[in-house]
């Protein structure tokens, strides 16, 4: 229980595990400030991921491979000012963790100490054991995410469905194996064929998140922009939306440009 809202028990890492082991789906959402992270907490997700898709949604770059640690805390600082309740997850960026396990635990020492953080998330499987354990030593509770890893991006070059081959598919549930074994609490499958994701979320007793990978992962995530509608280039498959805030946002500004312009703003009651 918090100090600070004793009335809300927040939601852990144990929490997340407990509600695969009794079969009830894990809502999991993104957010980058204050504002937004306030309404999504308030509304009930359990898990709230700080994602470096913030390089694609907030700054407007094609990848997620320009963000870096400190705008990563920035934005990590402002969620956990305004949340009450969700667990809250922070990518570590590209960058930050891979191929040095000292470097990978500074970063996640930062992102902990600075931002307030309770969790971090990294991208890969085997090759990058040796930080996540390091990570994990600390203390700091890891989820994976395997699949379509975006920070891989020139590697594979396309953003299609991943592990459709059987070898790609094996080498998705021996590195999920490995990261329950090692200790991760959950782990992101995306973009991945829905029968490999029962499968591995059949393996694994940890829970596993899904984007873009069919309706049997243990829970579901989602960019928060894209659920509401915001970028209306965006329109993959897998993606519902369920608003057109695009839409809802142009009218009234529209409204108010039309206003100010016929002069109707303010009016009397809205002037001093
Ligand atoms: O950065 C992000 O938003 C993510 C989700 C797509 C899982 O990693």
Redesign the pocket.
């Known amino acids: 229980m918090s100090i600070h809202t004793p009335d809300i028990k927040r939601v852990t890492t144990h929490i997340i595990q407990e509600m695969k082991a009794r079969g009830e789906k894990i809502s999991c959402l993104?957010a980058y400030d204050f504002s937004m992270a306030g309404i999504v907490d308030a509304a009930g997700v359990e898990l709230i991921?700080v994602?470096?898709?913030?390089s694609n949604v907030m700054a407007g770059h094609e990848t997620?491979l320009p963000i870096t640690i400190d705008q990563m805390i920035y934005h990590a600082t402002s969620v956990v000012r305004a949340v009450k309740r969700a667990l809250v997850v922070v990518?570590l960026p590209f960058g930050s963790y891979q191929g040095n396990s000292r470097e990978a635990l500074n970063s996640a020492i930062r992102i902990m100490k600075e931002s307030g953080a309770h969790a971090v998330?990294l991208?890969g499987g085997l090759e990058i054991k040796d930080s996540i354990t390091r990570i994990l030593s600390a203390g700091v509770p890891v989820m994976g995410?395997l699949g379509l890893t975006?920070q891989s991006i020139y590697k594979f070059g396309t953003y299609t469905v991943r592990a459709k081959q059987e070898a790609e598919a094996q080498k998705l549930i021996e590195d999920a194996k490995m990261l329950e074994d090692v200790g991760c609490f959950s782990v992101?499958l995306?973009k991945i064929p829905s029968s490999l994701t029962k499968q591995v979320s059949e393996t694994v007793t940890i829970p596993t998140?899904g984007?873009g990978a069919g309706p049997h992962a243990d829970g579901q995530?989602?960019?928060l922009h894209d659920l509401l509608g915001i970028n209306k280039a965006f329109k993959p498959r897998f993606l519902r939306r369920y608003a057109d805030l695009n839409g809802v946002m142009t009218d009234a500004i529209s409204n108010y440009i039309k206003d100010v312009k016929g002069k109707s703003f303010p009016n009397h009651q809205e002037s001093y």
Do not use: N, R, Y
């Not at 994602?51 to 913030?54: K, P």
């Open positions: 993104t991921l994602g470096d898709s913030a997620t990518d998330k991208e995410h975006p992101v995306e998140i984007i995530i989602l960019v």
